[in-house]
């Protein structure tokens, strides 16, 4: 299932460039802060937009009034949970800090899954092995892509995932670098296809691609 969630600021806001802890304290918000800490996997993926009005200023996004928050996950009561308790929250009076301003949701939504090729990453995707960050363009990236599938396919669902014909098809990607908690991180984001069983692709686009997805990473929509 997945979510959109919209907000609205209160007065023009500013955010570092460095954004995505504060979109993890929200999740705290909805969690609770012991609940949030006590999860031994966080089974969803985020993605964030700004709107076309924000613009990058050096080390921080201007001019912010609206934030789109999309949330998914292949627990759909999760993805209701999510949605609920923003609303309780929201009508209780609370208002969500992002950066430099208090932002209001306005509006909640369900996305309906449209699950094809090509997909298009939302959110900059991380792939890693032995502690060094891979794209696409490195030695090493397949092998460390379906180890990730691998390990999150086992956590979330308790089984050995089939991927005898899983592959990942870059048609057009550019690797980036991130900041993220005052550390840069190399990923990389585009179009590209996914092949292989209809449950792994599944999988991958309920739950994300790669990892840290309960940090903002490994959005994909179908363009």
Known sequence: MRALIRFEAKNIASLPVDFRGGFIGFFKDIFGYKNYVNMEFKPYVFSVYFGKEANIVKKHIENVRFINLRVSSEDDELVKFICDRTIELSESGKSFRF?????YAFSIELIEENIRNPFVALSPIVVSKDKNYLTPFDDGFEE???????????VIRGIK???TNFSFIPKAVK???VLHYKGFIKCFRGEFLLEGNDDIIEFIYKNGLGYRTAQGFGFIETK
């Open 175 to 177: 690797t980036e670098s």
């Open 161 to 163: 995932p089939d991927l």
């Open 144 to 154: 460390a892509l379906l180890e990730s599938l691998e390990k999150r396919y086992k």
């Open 99 to 103: 950066g430099s301003g208090y932002f």
